[in-house]
T-cell receptor, first 115, second 114 residues
Framework: DTGVSQDPRHKITKRGQNVTFRCDPI?????LYWYRQTLGQGPEFLTY????????KSRLLSDRFSAERPKGSFSTLEIQRTEQGDSAMYLC?????????????FGQGTRLTVV | AQKVTQAQTEISVVEKEDVTLDCVYE???????LFWYKQPPSGELVFLIR??????QNEISGRYSWNFQKSTSSFNFTITASQVVDSAVYFC???????????FGTGTKLQVIP
């Protein structure tokens, strides 16, 4: 396993269009997280899944954003009617929550530019 | 509410110098975790260390060392004998009792000049 994989790495879209990103976590990891990082800032938590259940959503996740993790494996993050303010790096991370704590591993991110 | 402050926006050092990156945090929880991550130009976040709130022992890993002081709510990171490959943005982060939601600082950009 080569780690957390995100696709695409870069996406340029016109304002108003819908976009979808994919994240493939490390195979045995049961937790999956989405973060957003704007230029010059640290990542901000968006949402996380335990297996297929979405357990927490940030207030940053407006109605235009939806995330899914069918079957508890890969996850998708969709942004509808994109706005210029959605331009950011979208990071996915995964971890194994068993006994005790394990750190999360991050993917390389999807950089979204809305023009 | 959790908060992480990294007051140093950018630091430049000459190769082989030591450098300390500062991190101050705020939390109301007594159980929490602190982290440092490295973000090279490629974009991915690379985990460096995790420390739980009950373990104040300082840690050394090669050229890296961390100083955790609950009394001052600080978790500083020192790189000894810096190298050009250390150039990156470094993030300090905090999570309360687990990893459900991690709060990151704004990062410190370190440039090591050859």
């Amino acid at each position: 396993d080569t780690g957390v994989s995100q696709d695409p790495r870069h996406k340029i879209t016109k304002r108003g269009q819908n976009v979808t990103f994919r994240c493939d976590p490390i195979s045995e990891h049961n937790r999956l997280y989405w973060y957003r990082q704007t230029l010059g800032q640290g990542p901000e938590f968006l949402t996380y899944f335990q297996n297929e259940a979405q357990l927490e959503k940030s207030r940053l996740l407006s109605d235009r954003f939806s995330a899914e993790r069918p079957k508890g494996s890969f996850s998708t993050l969709e942004i509808q009617r994109t706005e210029q303010g959605d331009s950011a790096m979208y990071l996915c991370a995964s971890s194994l929550e068993a006994q005790g704590y394990t750190e999360a591993f991050f993917g390389q991110g999807t950089r979204l530019t809305v023009v | 509410a959790q908060k992480v402050t990294q007051a140093q926006t950018e630091i430049s050092v000459v190769e082989k110098e030591d450098v300390t990156l500062d991190c101050v945090y705020e939390t109301r929880d007594t159980t929490y975790y602190l982290f440092w991550y490295k973000q090279p130009p490629s974009g991915e976040l690379v985990f460096l260390i995790r420390r739980n709130s009950f373990d104040e022992q300082n840690e050394i890993s090669g050229r890296y060392s961390w100083n955790f002081q609950k009394s001052t709510s600080s978790f500083n990171f020192t790189i000894t004998a810096s190298q050009v490959v250390d150039s990156a943005v470094y993030f300090c982060a905090l999570s309360e009792a687990g990893y459900q939601k991690v709060t990151f600082g704004t990062g410190t950009k370190l440039q090591v000049i050859p």
